[in-house]
């Protein structure tokens, strides 16, 4: 029956083709799946037939049952491994999947009367049968094997010819070499039994598949291990023609630059390492991630794992301290969320959406879960419906106002509240004003959402007023667009007038974007509003953007400590160091500090030590409807704390 030492050899070479599949990152399309399979299937071929030998050595103690099973066991694997390779050679070109798809049947019939042979050979011996001695008896349908060997090729060599302008080069030339290490051993094979080379020259052909044909080096980060630009693309491409929804998280660290000065390249390096192996985990065809330059990275989550907790997930690991050289630190990070087909259609969006969230001229909040409206890339047809939302809201009154408790935490009575708007549509359900206020402002609906959010709130606080309910003064959100009218004043002046109100009775709002659209203009009108008596606002300050020298410059008399402030108390030292800080930095002024985003009685503790009075979150209340609201001022005009 032949030595046993090309088997051996065939073993240890399909082990090392395993192992160099396994470790390397790959792209998980067929020619990949059906090369897994074809290195799986070669292997217990040769196990198999190294039983066989090892069993001939002293048949006398097998059953025959047992000696026709391991032998049926090797012809099943040796007869799939021309059909598996057929397969795999029909992946590679475009037309030939398609030819796949709709012919796969027909592919498959000479393995099938293969398999059908050899599942009948304990009765009707066609592949092989053992004599009354126990002697291996080669069958009269043994030939068949090798007749579908020569058919499989013959199909190999059409797809090539096909295919020869749509195969890259490198994939024809790889083939064509494999051919001649798998048909010279067969054709020996044939012609001398009992020299079993057929498994090692299967073996050696797979070896130069891994090297050429299956070596996905130039789809990955080599840094890293993650798929680069173009393994990205690869792969995003056959997870949109398969059509399953997919979320795809955009991830890019902040202050890269100090980072690498204060960490130095290496350790730098191993926390890029770290944070693919934390927040991305191992690769697979539904979940899978990429890196698209120096901390940047993209994570592609579908099937089981797309659920709301992959939020929390992500958000969770970018909050612990991170661990490298010995050194421990926090570390902050721009995320972004992309639901495919719900947010958009078009791949490219993920692209785009990255490099608006890397770039270093729109700032964005830290470690939140940030959507493609936030980075005013949303779909062209969610835009348009959301802009049709909006043109509805404003004929039909949908829009709504709430309003959110700003409380002292000192003698727990409601001092003033913040008017958030709501729009709530009929089809779309609850639109975020995250969503919908940049595309008012790119439509120029704007401006007429400004003047209802000022007449509602107006009219809310007169109403209030007049049922004896003391509210100090109630906050407005001004828009970037509203900010930069030239007779902003003006119409602020007379709405609250027209409504009863003294300029004291209103706090207008601005961002540090606002601020900085247009400078002299918004200097201008914030004096204008100061001098008049309106208060000015600066929201979301601690971002760590926020310019200490404009404060200073410009008469804001309220000051919103942004959530993140507040949450980095629970975090570390440092953040409630941080916090005291600027808490102390104030003190001074006559400035007044708003907490926001406060959650928990130990946040509420540790700011009324630091001296913060006024508190706006969930602690107390999150933004209510008008009439919730007033019976929330009534509960708490008794001190309750």
């Known amino acids: 029956m032949g030595k046993v030492y090309f088997d051996i050899a065939a073993v240890l070479i399909n082990l090392l083709n395993l192992y160099i599949f396994f470790s390397r990152s790959r792209l998980f399309i067929d020619q990949t799946k059906y090369f897994a399979i074809l290195l799986l299937v070669s292997l217990f071929s040769s196990v198999f037939d190294i039983l066989g030998i090892v069993m001939y050595g002293n048949v006398a103690s097998w059953s025959l049952a047992f000696l026709y099973g391991i032998n049926a066991l090797y012809y099943f694997f040796q007869n799939a491994i021309p059909l598996i390779f057929t397969l795999f050679v029909f992946s590679l070109g475009g ?5 796949l798809q709709s012919r796969r049947a027909w592919i498959m019939l000479p393995w099938l009367l293969g398999v059908a042979v050899i599942v009948s050979t304990p ?8 004599d009354s001695s126990l002697r291996y008896v080669r069958g ?17 060599i ?42 090692v020259g299967i073996a050696i052909a797979e070896l130069v598949i891994l090297v050429t044909i299956q070596d996905f080096g130039r789809f990955v980060e080599s840094s890293s291990g993650l798929f680069n630009r173009n393994g990205l693309i690869s792969q995003l491409h056959l997870v949109m023609m398969n059509r399953k929804p997919f979320d795809a998280y955009l991830v890019t660290l902040d202050s890269v630059k100090f980072l690498k000065h204060v960490l130095g390249s290496e350790v730098f390096n191993a ?59 926090s570390i902050s990070a721009r995320v972004c969320k992309i639901r495919v087909p719900e947010d958009t259609k078009d791949s490219e969006k993920i692209f785009q959406a990255l490099y608006n969230l890397s770039g270093s001229r729109k700032r964005y909040r830290s470690n939140e879960i940030l959507s493609l409206a936030d980075l005013s890339l949303a779909d062209t047809g969610r835009q348009l419906a959301v802009s049709q939302a909006i043109r509805h809201a404003l004929s039909q009154r949908g829009f709504e106002l709430h ?14 509240a913040e008017a958030l708007l709501r729009l709530k549509d009929a089809t779309l359900g609850w639109i975020s004003p995250a969503e919908f206020i940049p595309i008012a402002e790119q439509n120029g609906s704007i401006h007429r959402i400004g003047d209802f959010v000022l007449e509602v709130a107006c009219e809310f606080l007169s109403k209030l007023r007049a049922a004896g309910l003391k509210l100090g003064y109630l906050e407005v959100n001004l828009s970037a667009m509203q900010c930069v009218q030239s007779n902003l004043h003006n119409r602020l002046l007379s709405v609250a007038r027209r409504w009863g109100l003294d300029p004291g009775d209103l706090c207008f709002e601005i961002t540090e974007t606002a601020a900085n659209l247009s400078p002299t203009i918004m200097k201008k009108n914030i004096e204008l509003l ?10 979301d300050f601690g971002t760590g953007y926020s310019n200490i020298g404009m404060l200073m410059d410009l008469p804001f008399r309220v000051v919103k ?5 507040i949450t980095g108390l629970d975090r570390s030292e440092s953040g409630r160091k941080g916090l005291e800080g600027i808490v102390s930095m104030f003190a001074p002024l006559e400035t007044e500090l708003v907490a926001e985003g406060v959650e928990t009685r130990d946040q509420l503790e540790a700011l009324k030590v630091m001296g913060v009075d006024l508190i706006q979150g969930f602690f107390f209340s999150k933004a209510l409807p008008p009439e919730e609201f007033k019976r929330f001022m009534l509960e708490r005009e008794a001190p309750c704390m």
């Open 561 to 565: 400590l942004d959530r993140s402030m």
């Open 403 to 416: 309003f959110q408790p700003i409380v002292s935490a000192q003698t727990g009575k409601v001092v003033s």
């Open 140 to 156: 009269p349908f043994l030939p068949l094997f090798f007749i579908n060997i020569g058919i499989y090729a013959a199909m190999i």
């Open 123 to 130: 009765w009707t011996g066609f592949a092989f049968r053992f």
């Open 530 to 539: 100061s001098s008049s008596g309106f208060s000015i606002a600066m929201d």
């Open 95 to 99: 037309r030939n999947s398609r030819i």
């Open 271 to 329: 926390l890029e390492r770290e944070i693919a192996r934390r927040l991305f985990g191992a690769p697979r065809a539904d979940s899978f991630a990429a890196q698209l330059g120096v901390a940047r990275f993209v994570h592609i989550v579908g099937g089981p794992a797309r659920s709301a907790a992959q939020d929390q997930a992500i958000l969770d690991h970018l909050k612990r301290p991170w661990e490298i050289g010995g050194r421990v630190f």
């Open 158 to 199: 059409s797809s090539q010819l096909r295919e020869r302008r749509r195969v890259p080069r490198e994939h024809r030339l790889a083939v064509s070499l494999l051919m001649p290490l798998c048909l010279i051993p067969v054709c020996v094979q044939m012609l001398f039994p009992s020299t079993l080379i057929v498994n």
